[in-house]
């Protein structure tokens, strides 16, 4: 038992990290072939400080975050199938219309196969919008059948409105997707507990198995994600996978924790990897100070065709002078969060030889350091402004 047990959290841990690779059914969130992503990962309860479910509110601790090299991801697309890879398992998902749905993984030693694609989500993911759907499968280990029936059910559920803090910096309206994996060991159908062992043991798996103690437990994993319209990939991934002891009535006796992993992505780190919009430099793996998102302390200006000057505030309104010598030009003005959070929409002004100012409204809500990111063509300019 002991075996099978370690075979499944690892089976849970890893594919923590596969379902989080869509959002909405947009070119924007659909995962992209080839793409090697760097997410960090940390141990949920130390990541995840609180989670309010009356205000839609998560409160994290990016510091404890490890980002390595060594556990990078990729994923691969080939025409309806997606596989994602990550620890060196590759699990696959079939993306069908507006459904997305788990076929299995496997890796060098264990092969887990469902018996028919199993659906997890539909998209674009709407408030309240649920999914649930019956499964069967079976597991080999080194090409024997370690579980040959395994059965569960598979559940989702979509809210909209949460919002991520670190106590300084916010990023609002994310979606939360929380998906349930339910597993038994063994098909309860098929396999009767008071059937002898020897009767039964060849059912269940090729491998010697404790027949009652497979038919008396189950696996739950549990894979909270959520989703921001900044980011093709989500930004933050909580999974923890349970086993559950049954009594002898078939009552949950007893709920057992074996893993609790997180993996936080923020969207500059995201833009970083797939070489999309804004770019931030991310820490490096021993670094014990994290710059999360943070342009630096200069001016990061690249180009000389614009003369960017410094932004002033004056009540919910930042002020700024913008000139273009070398004739009118077309810029784009947004605002970032110090982490590299958006939190404006591009806003595209003309620029010519004369000085003009230009303004942009901010929200009350706003606190603390923001960046203004000034870009016309391959050119871009930064400015701090400290509310």
Known sequence: MKKKHIFLFLIAIISAAAFSIHAQQNDGHIARNGDILHPGLAYSPYLIISINDSTKTVTIDPDVVTFDSSLDAATYIDSDTISYVQFATKHRFLLQGDTLSYIG???????????SAVNAANFPLKDGGTVRDKWSGSLLQYGSMILKRTVGISSSRAEEGWKLTDGTDTLRNTVR???????????????????PDSITSDIISDMQVDVKAMLSERLLTERTIWFSEDARYPVLTDSRVSRIVLSERGESADTIPL??????????????????????????????????GEYGQGDNDHGTSLKVGNPELSGNTIAFILSSPSGTRIATVTLFTDSGIRLTEPKEVAVGPVAQRYSLDVSAEWKGVLLMRVEAGEESYTRKVIL
């Open 177 to 195: 997707l929380k998906w349930t994996l339910d597993m038994a060991y063994a098909d309860p159908d098929s396999v009767n507990a008071s059937m």
């Open 259 to 292: 893993s609790m992993l997180a993996i936080y992505y923020p969207p500059s780190f995201q833009y970083s990897d797939t070489g999309e919009d804004y770019v931030a430099e991310k820490p490096h793996a021993k670094d014990t100070d994290n710059t999360y």
């Open 105 to 115: 993984f496997e890796n060098r030693a264990t092969y887990f196969r469902l018996d």
